[in-house]
């Protein structure tokens, strides 16, 4: 099992950025893809960007491309979510994923799951 801490949430104002970590300690040999999630209050949990662990090839959810980066460090086995041009609409808290299911998007292909970090961003 692999365990996930992230970090680097906040408030922050329109247009600002923010850099999310995460974390990951535990049966890191046998990360695949880890990917960045996020849910806002009543609306469910969305993918927001993945990475394959060994080769660091990214996607993206249409509604962050060309705003948000994600990166990951194989050495220090973490994971980063680069967030530029925020917009209120991007208020949630944020989750750090890892799973088996290469360039996967759907929730149910990632096993391990951080607490997750909240981002608010303001008018």
């Given amino acids: 099992q692999v365990q996930l801490v992230?970090?680097?949430g906040g408030l922050v104002q329109?247009?600002?950025?923010?850099?999310?970590?995460?974390?990951a300690s535990g049966r890191t040999s046998n990360l695949y893809n880890m990917g960045w999630f996020r849910q806002a209050p009543g609306k469910e949990r969305e993918f927001v960007a993945g990475i394959t662990w060994s080769v660091g090839i990214p996607?993206?959810?249409d509604s962050v491309k060309g705003r948000f980066?994600?990166?990951r460090d194989n050495a220090k086995n973490a994971v980063?979510?680069?967030l530029n041009s925020l917009k209120p609409e991007d208020t949630a808290v944020y989750y750090c994923a890892a799973g088996r299911s290469l360039f996967s998007r759907k929730t149910s292909d990632f096993d391990?799951?951080?607490q997750g970090t909240q981002v608010t961003v303001s008018s």
């Fill in 80 to 82: 980063y979510l680069q």
């Fill in 6 to 8: 992230e970090s680097g």
């Fill in 59 to 61: 996607y993206y959810s």
């Fill in 14 to 23: 329109a247009g600002d950025s923010l850099r999310l970590s995460c974390a």
């Fill in 112 to 114: 391990s799951w951080g």
């Fill in 69 to 71: 980066t994600i990166s």
